[in-house]
């Protein structure tokens, strides 16, 4: 299909999400619990190729037992913005005798046999055409995969597990784990993908952690480790999940999930994406329910626009006279995204996607500037975190600052 007819089916099935058009706001699920003989479907990542394909893919898992079961990676593929879906296909298969984990055997949170292929990441190249994805085995394996024909093919499965190999003599880890969500591209061509490593000594085997980077220099070819980023130390209680984005002047932020009683989003910066990462600080506008968020560019000031940040996960926060009121046990609930026009510095705009029960989020931006949120929902009217669909989320820039400053 071309450009040209794309574009035309595009605004023939969604008029209303073009630039400039009226609100609008909609949602599809693309995964649901029981599809494929699946009991749950967990960890959202989604990313629009070069050609303005949408990838959405997920862990896929047998149980909902937790995350050291059989899980399997699965990937769906959407040519026109969203309406229609190809069908589920699993993309991560790695060869030859895999063992578990001893840490997770060790604390019984898994059982023999079952094989585990967890937190996949994706990157969509510049280059139409091109996708890379990584992803783990057992958390202590990872792998890199990539598409030539935007993300209907995969190659097979090669180990980089050595990019982290060269952690070990700074953090003695474990367990290992590459994003959640999208890595991303940066404006020079590096790959950058946030990772954590744990111990595996404390709580569900992944805990303690700290946070960094892995990157890649040739397209994929090969990887390497970047600093870390992200201690535990003080009041930067185990940082994990971590999501990046490239700021306008060329830095790497990393936002990340920690357990700290501050109950904010950890940020630090570097020039480069590997080294030299600043003193973390807490951002006090974003919470923390210790949950996957997500972070990605919608536009900037070069491209004809303002320097705009999208940020997503659940904002669980209510306010009684003028005090912070925590849900319980930092519930997931209220999916949210944010606005920065100020690189991250501030975030001055705020809605609600998803109001009840609702967990992991990843962002991403269509070739028509709708904004795309794939997320974990619960049914409606749960009294609990209960995900039974990964839902895709669509909605312009109307809808998100509605009563605000676009």
């Known amino acids: 299909m071309t450009g040209s007819i794309r574009t035309v089916l595009l605004l023939l099935l969604a008029p209303s999400l073009v630039p400039g058009a009226s609100s609008?706001?909609?949602?599809?699920?693309?995964?649901?619990?029981?599809?494929e003989g699946y009991a749950i479907y967990r960890i959202p990542g989604v990313v629009v190729?070069?050609?303005?394909?949408?990838?959405?893919?997920?862990?896929?898992?047998?149980t909902t037992r937790g995350d050291w079961g059989q899980i399997d990676i699965v990937l769906r593929r959407s040519i026109d913005g969203?309406?229609?879906?190809?069908?589920?296909?699993?993309?991560?298969s790695v060869a030859g005798e895999k063992s578990k984990n001893p840490v997770a055997l060790a604390q019984n949170l898994a059982a023999a046999g079952e094989v585990t292929y967890n937190n996949p990441v994706a990157i969509a190249d510049k280059k139409p055409g091109l996708v890379h994805f990584v992803f783990c085995l057992e958390y202590m394996r990872a792998f890199y995969v990539r598409s030539e024909d935007d993300g209907v093919t995969f190659s097979a499965p090669r180990e980089i597990t050595s990019a982290f190999e060269g952690f070990r003599r700074d953090y003695p880890w474990k367990v290992i784990a590459t994003g959640p969500g999208h890595g991303i591209q940066l404006r020079k061509g590096r790959l950058l993908i946030p990772i954590w490593m744990s111990t595996g000594t404390g709580g569900h085997a992944h805990r303690p952690s700290v946070a960094s980077t892995i990157y890649s220099d040739d397209g994929g070819r090969t990887w390497h480790r970047g600093d870390i980023a992200l201690p535990n130390e003080g009041d930067w209680t185990i940082p994990n999940e971590t999501t990046a984005v490239e700021l306008a002047d060329g830095r790497v932020m990393l936002n990340s999930r920690t357990e700290s009683t501050?109950?904010?989003?950890?940020?630090?910066?570097?020039?480069?994406?590997?080294?030299?990462?600043?003193?973390?600080v807490f951002q006090q506008e974003l919470?923390?329910?210790?949950c996957m968020a997500s972070l990605v560019r919608y536009?900037?000031?070069?491209?004809?626009?303002?320097?705009?940040l999208l940020f997503s996960n659940p904002d669980n926060l209510s306010r009684a006279d003028g005090k912070e009121v925590l849900g319980k046990s930092r519930d997931r609930k209220n999916v949210t995204v944010q606005l920065s026009y100020d690189e991250g510095k501030s975030w001055t705009v705020k809605r609600s996607v998803d109001e009840g029960y609702s967990g992991y989020s990843d962002l991403t931006v269509a070739s028509d500037r709708t904004?795309?949120?794939l997320y974990e929902r619960s049914p409606e009217g749960a009294k609990?975190?209960?995900p039974v669909a990964l839902s895709l989320a669509r909605f312009n820039l109307e809808w998100l600052t509605s009563g605000h400053d676009k």
């Not at 706001?25 to 649901?32: A, E, L, N, S």
């Not at 919470?287 to 210790?290: A, Q, V």
């Open 299 to 308: 536009s900037t000031k070069e491209s004809g626009g303002k320097n705009r």
């Open 82 to 92: 969203g309406a229609s879906w190809s069908a589920q296909k699993g993309i991560a």
């Open 384 to 386: 609990q975190f209960q």
């Open 287 to 290: 919470l923390e329910p210790i």
């Open 49 to 62: 190729t070069a050609k303005g394909s949408i990838l959405a893919y997920a862990e896929a898992r047998k």
């Open 262 to 280: 501050v109950h904010r989003r950890l940020v630090t910066t570097s020039k480069d994406g590997s080294t030299g990462w600043s003193r973390p």
């Open 371 to 373: 904004i795309l949120l």
């Open 24 to 35: 609008h706001f909609d949602r599809f699920d693309v995964f649901k619990a029981g599809d």
